[in-house]
């Protein structure tokens, strides 16, 4: 099984739908994120969470919102989906407090909003 | 802040040597890794530098320059399935945390 697990790989919506995102892990990090992947605009970071009580914005957190329900696991949501959400989403988890530390990655789930 | 650059595309044959960019602006600095990933896929990690100089994993190699705010990754003995996207993340200045990703060298290994 994927240290990292994120549920659905795979949706199709339409505009004005709540859509979750979820990412469970069994890594036993601290530190969890999401990202999401566009063609030519390379991974940008939506929201992090370094605890269950910690919540950050990325750099493109706006029509998004995270919920940290325990260690393990971190949902993203979008509200109402627009179609300019359409892309690939990461979650990653990484060690705490460790600037050498490597990011895990999910498999990824690829949204689709029409 | 950072600005990250990567080449966009690259091409190179099967068995050739090939070495992709990255530099980068950045006000402070806490390391550089390289991650592989292939079409649909999640990124995987490949090297981490905060030193000056080269590491080397296998057919791998991964330079930094701190004062230039330059890195290379450097594939050798190229195979088929080196075709991949290769992403350049740096550790922002300040803490936080989160790697900020360039937007990846495409890479194409042909016969």
């Known amino acids: 099984d994927a240290d990292v697990t994120q549920t659905p790989r795979n949706r199709i919506t339409k505009t004005g739908k709540r859509i979750m995102l979820e990412c469970s892990q069994t890594?036993?990090?601290?530190?969890m994120y999401w990202y999401r992947q566009d063609p030519g605009l390379g991974l940008r970071l939506i929201y992090y969470?370094?605890?269950?009580?910690?919540?950050n914005k990325g750099e493109i957190s706006d029509g998004y919102s995270v919920s940290r329900q325990a260690q393990a696991k971190f949902s993203l949501s979008l509200e109402s989906a627009i179609p300019n959400q359409t892309a690939l989403y990461f979650c990653a988890t990484r060690a705490d407090r460790d600037f050498a530390g490597e990011l895990f990655f999910g498999e990824g789930s690829r949204l689709t909003v029409l | 802040g950072q600005n990250i650059d990567q080449p966009t595309e690259m091409t190179a044959t099967e068995g050739a040597i090939v070495q992709i960019n990255c530099t980068y602006q950045?006000?402070?600095?806490?390391?550089l890794f390289w991650y592989q990933q292939h079409a649909g896929e999640a990124p995987t990690f490949l090297s981490y530098n905060v030193l000056d100089g080269l590491e080397e994993k296998g057919r791998f190699s991964s330079f930094l320059s701190r004062s230039k705010g330059y890195s290379y990754l450097l594939l050798k003995e190229l195979q088929m399935k080196d075709s991949a996207s290769y992403l350049c993340a740096v550790n922002p200045p300040g803490g936080g945390n989160k790697l900020t990703f360039g937007t990846g060298t495409q890479l194409k290994v042909e016969l």
């Open positions: 950045t006000s402070g600095f806490n390391g």
């Open positions: 969470s370094f605890d269950v009580k910690d919540i």
């Open positions: 890594k036993g990090h601290d530190r």
